[in-house]
């Protein structure tokens, strides 16, 4: 996973190995004094099994 921060937006590539990281991630990001936006560029190893 890679993160990139410029002028308050974070930028996220990469994989995660499960679905429900994603959001979890993504809500982190978003409490950061500062982020002012989160272009969400992730993907899963592993397909949601539910």
Known sequence: ???????????????????????VIVHLCQ???GVVDVDNGLTCAVADQS
């Open 1 to 23: 996973m890679t993160v990139e921060v410029d002028d308050g937006l974070v930028r996220l590539s990469g994989t995660v190995p499960q679905p429900g990281l994603l959001p």
């Open 31 to 33: 409490s950061v004094d």
